[in-house]
């Protein structure tokens, strides 16, 4: 799981350990992501299924995509599908994957980036191995995020954004023995580079084995932990979580992660997705391709799309 590392961790700035008096976030619940498969037949684990979108709001869905390795001709991707009333954050960790949307919006994310598409009022977009990939196969391991938009902004223009994987701000677990990558937001005073409507903050940590993070977040936003690979323990009580399992957890200052000394062979650290945001607390009508308020908005977005009003298929194939 390359992402994005450094040859020397301890040159960078380090986490701030918490004043003694921060509560540490207690843990709501633990939930295992059953797999499926999306789009054309790319295998995926559904990281939300079974959790109350209450607890998950501001976020809507998450697939982790792979980890697999594909053989020559095996990589798939999605057909041109529409969109509206959010965002999609996808984070490729391994591999490669095109984008391209009928608004002008593409390019090519690999180990470490993540393309940022806000739907607004909606866009019809398309997610494809590259043809090389397709050719060669090789290993393939991403996440997509959907990030709900308020009423407000669910009309407003698409945007696309994309962030290399160097663009991120890094930093160390206090003790040393983890790498925490800022995607999006402002965790213990460092800005990562995604712009975000809904106001929320994204990480990327890798925890090495018998390591703890100890990492302050914002106590306004929830708090969600999804562990991508390995194994560990989380919150006061350490409860014990794995590849594929989400937590979410409670009120306080503080997520409090740590790695078991020692961990599956296949995967030496734990990889953990950290995500939070300051909950919209609105009526959410969503039904496949759309995150609205009400029936009446969903209704209004599928007449929309079937109209030809979300856009047009642009002529021109992937370079």
Known sequence: MPAVTVENILTLPRVTEPV??????????????????????????????????????????MDQMGEVEYAPGEPKGTAWHPHRGFETVTYIIDGTFEHRDSHGGGGTITNGDTQWMTAGSGLLHIEVPPESLVLSGGLFHGLQLWVNLPGSMKMSNPRYQDIRGGEVALLSTHDGGGLVRVIAGEVDG??????????????????????????????????????????????????????????????????????????????????????????????????????????????????????????????????
């Not at 992501?33 to 709001?57: I, K, Q, T, Y």
């Not at 925890?207 to 929830?222: A, D, M, T």
């Open 190 to 319: 460092h800005q990562g580079p995604g712009i975000t409507h809904t106001p929320i903050s994204i990480v990327h940590a890798t925890i090495e084995g018998g390591g703890q993070l100890r990492l302050p977040w914002n106590p306004q936003f929830n708090a969600l932990v999804y562990v991508l690979n390995g194994l560990g323990t989380v919150g006061p009580d350490r409860r014990p979580i794995r590849q594929g399992q989400l937590v979410v957890l409670g009120a306080g200052d503080v997520i409090e992660v740590g790695a078991n000394e020692q961990q599956e062979s296949r995967s030496p650290s734990l990889d953990l997705y950290i995500m939070g945001g300051r909950p919209i607390r609105e009526p959410v009508a969503a039904y496949g391709p759309f995150v609205m308020n009400t029936r009446a908005e969903l209704v209004q977005a599928f007449e929309d799309f079937q109209a030809g009003k979300l856009g047009t298929i642009p002529g021109h194939s992937f370079g």
């Open 20 to 61: 003694p008096d921060a509560v540490t976030r207690p843990v709501r619940s633990v939930t295992t992501a059953p797999s499926g498969f999306e789009g054309e037949g790319f295998p995926v684990r559904r990281a939300f299924a079974g959790v109350d979108l209450a607890a998950l709001d501001p976020f809507i869905h």
